[in-house]
């Protein structure tokens, strides 16, 4: 087992490596960079994500004006940006300078990946603070809705899933299934605004918060306070993002369960007196839940950024989906390839963590045997 883990810890390298090459060639195509963003800043053409970006990094504000009242001056630099005529060349020269891309495309990236190693992660392009602080700033909300949502909806999906499996074609299996299914139908979102609208101080009760993930008073509360009121800013958001989620992991249980229960060896370990609940979690749950773990890292993962963006700009919580998004569309590429850099090795240490534990589950299971 040793040998395979170095393997696939090795094989991240490449794998990493790949993930980046291939995102930032595709960004060297991609129209509206950050100097393009700061020309349509001054033109008054900018249009942003939000309007949470109040300035620029560097010695940008003095070098605007100053631009500005030289007025136009005809270089070649300037056609190399929609927008740039009548802006001072050597503006956008410095431009160019404090965004790096004032250097060869490949000696940007080899710098960028030498950075990366150190784990360091340079100043956001758009806000006074670097990458790293802004990254650790947001990360309490995404860790917060992604882990207790993962938490959730497995706690519950699972003893679901195996109750529907026992009791298959029952009145109970029936009726659970008829709300699983309404449930993953709904989009998270549409639950989202349905709850704001019904219990967050919409047009009937003002029962839950509407923004942030604690009180403006947290600091001064004791300490059941604080986890009451932490878990209070969190009930809405969770609900919307788990109902979906809990909906396919609940019918995946189940449908793992029935294939599980309907084979030989549990036959046989009935016959031989084996105890119903025995047979249960003795046997057929180790199988089953194979499929099931299959499926954690994805679903993991995928709760920090894509399950929780919406959620997070329909209750105001400053994640780190928001984040990617806001700096995807204004084009702040060091927040971009950190997140990237960042989301790509946790994904690789989480699918290398899920292996594992699949052996755990059944030692029968030999990664080491088998090619990585």
């Not at 878990?231 to 788990?242: G, K, R, V, Y």
């Not at 971009?336 to 052996?359: C, K, M, P, R």
């Amino acid at each position: 087992m040793a040998a395979y883990i170095i393997k696939r810890l090795l094989l991240m390298i490449p794998t990493l490596f790949g993930i980046m090459a291939i995102t930032f060639a595709i960004i060297q195509f991609a129209p509206g960079g950050p100097v393009e963003q700061v020309i349509a800043k001054l033109s008054g053409n900018a249009v942003s994500a939000t309007d949470r970006i109040t300035g620029s990094g560097g010695d940008f504000g003095s070098v605007q004006e100053s631009s500005l009242e030289q007025g136009g001056v005809s270089d070649p630099v300037n056609s190399r940006y929609r927008g740039a005529q009548g802006l001072d060349p050597e503006f956008i020269r410095q431009l160019e300078r404090e965004f790096g891309f004032d250097k060869p495309p490949l000696e940007r990236f080899f710098t960028m990946i030498w950075n990366y190693m150190r784990f360091d992660f340079g100043e956001s392009y758009f806000r006074d603070i670097s990458v790293i602080e802004l990254i650790k700033e947001k990360l309490p909300v995404s860790v917060s809705l992604g882990l207790w949502m993962t938490l959730i909806s497995y706690g519950i999906s699972i003893p679901l899933g195996i109750a529907k499996a026992v009791r298959d074609g029952s009145r109970f299996d029936v009726w659970t299934s008829g709300v699983i299914i309404v449930g993953y139908a709904l989009p998270g979102f549409l639950v989202a605004i349905f709850l704001i609208v019904f219990f967050a101080g919409g047009s009937f009760y003002d029962f839950f918060p509407l923004r942030g993930l604690t009180s403006e008073n947290f600091d001064q509360m004791g300490v059941f306070e604080k986890i009451v009121d932490y878990f209070w800013h969190l009930a809405l958001p969770l609900f919307s993002m788990a109902l979906a989620a809990f909906a396919t992991s609940a019918l995946l249980t189940k449908n793992s369960f029935l294939d599980e229960i309907r084979k030989q060896y549990v036959v046989t370990a009935r016959a031989k007196g084996v105890s119903e609940r025995q047979v249960l979690y003795g046997h057929v749950f180790r199988n089953a839940m194979l499929i099931v773990i299959a499926g954690f890292p994805s679903a993991f993962i995928g709760a920090f950024f894509t399950g929780s963006l919406l959620i997070e700009t329909i209750f105001s919580l400053d994640g780190l989906g928001l984040l990617s998004f806001e700096s995807v569309l204004n084009r702040d590429y060091a927040v971009v390839f950190a997140n990237l850099y960042i989301f790509s090795i946790l994904g690789l240490v989480v699918g290398l963590v899920s292996d594992l534990t699949y052996t755990w589950i059944d030692p029968r299971i030999d990664f080491e045997s088998r090619e990585v």
